[in-house]
């Protein structure tokens, strides 16, 4: 199984400024995946990012808002730009395992937006 | 659009006791389900995958089933110990599709 690893952990932010979310994979890996979890709720993905490609993101989620980048196989960044309390979140990476076709998530970002 | 339901929202049992928990999912076309555990303020961790062609898998005290055909899976813990007190999430993937889909959890509590 892949081991992810996060940064920050946590983070308070003022109103209207950008965090940038590092994700850090222990092997190659073609896909990698960035989810949100708002309070109370359940996982929601964000977009998708291959390596030396724009991320693909789902319905709802802009790339002006949450730009990705994916300059290697083993990491990718998040950015949550001019935030508002609502992006108050846990964010997560995730990888696929192509064998076994078996999601792995890092510890997660809590974000807390004030 | 695929959608994932968790029954029930919380549940609390006394240590010992063996227990289910179930997911169930709108659009049976899925290509695995995978349940994790979530810690309080933490990851996911990977507790079992099932492929859509498996009706179950086991590992240790875990074992789930998968009948895709009435949409529903469930997770079977046995023993339960105060340590498997966490959110068990369930997830499916769409055929020719990475993504996951989620369900809202159950929250389990295990009372020593």
């Known amino acids: 199984s892949a081991v992810i690893s996060q940064k920050p952990s946590r983070d308070i932010c003022q109103r209207g400024t950008s965090l940038t979310i590092q994700c850090q994979v222990d092997s190659q890996v073609t896909m990698m995946f960035w989810y949100r979890q708002q309070p109370g709720q359940s996982l929601t993905l964000i977009a998708t990012?291959?390596?030396?490609?724009?991320?693909?993101?789902e319905s709802g989620f802009v790339i002006d808002k949450f730009p990705i980048s994916r300059p290697n196989l083993t990491f990718s960044t998040l950015t949550v730009s001019n935030m508002s309390p609502e992006d108050s979140s846990i964010y997560l990476c995730?990888?696929?395992?192509?064998?076994?076709?078996?999601?792995?998530f890092g510890p997660g970002t809590r974000l807390t937006v004030t | 659009k695929q959608e994932v339901t968790q029954i029930p929202a919380a549940l609390s049992v006394p240590e010992g006791e063996n227990l289910v928990l179930n997911c169930s999912f709108t659009d049976s076309a899925i290509y695995n389900l995978q349940w994790f555990r979530q810690d309080p303020g933490k990851g996911l961790t990977s507790l079992l995958l099932i492929q859509s062609s498996q009706r179950e898998q086991t590992s240790g005290r875990l074992n789930a089933s998968l009948d895709k055909s009435s949409g529903r899976s469930t997770l079977y813990i046995a023993a339960s110990q105060p340590g498997d007190s966490a959110t068990y999430l369930c997830a499916v993937s769409g055929a020719g599709s990475y993504q996951l889909t989620f369900g809202k959890g159950t929250k389990l509590s295990v009372i020593p």
């Open positions: 990012a291959n390596q030396g490609s724009e991320a693909t993101y």
């Open positions: 995730s990888v696929e395992d192509h064998l076994s076709y078996e999601q792995y």
